[in-house]
């Protein structure tokens, strides 16, 4: 659970560069939800991982 804590607070963190980078153009900050984004792919996929695992013990 604790990850996707960590998950919910990377979207989180992402969402005041998103609006800049939609409603003021801001490159550097597009660059900022570029990068979150991957951490978040990466996390998501831990995540994935992790469920499968413990799905697989319970059966």
């Not at 960590?6 to 963190?13: D, F, M, N, Y």
């Not at 409603?23 to 992790?50: M, Y």
């Amino acid at each position: 659970m604790e990850k996707f804590t960590k998950l919910k607070e990377l979207v989180a963190s992402m969402e005041a560069d998103a609006d800049k980078f939609y409603t003021k153009g801001s490159g550097a900050a597009g660059t900022r939800v570029r990068k979150t984004l991957q951490e978040i792919k990466t996390l998501a996929q831990e995540i994935r991982n992790e469920v499968t695992e413990i799905k697989n013990k319970e059966a």
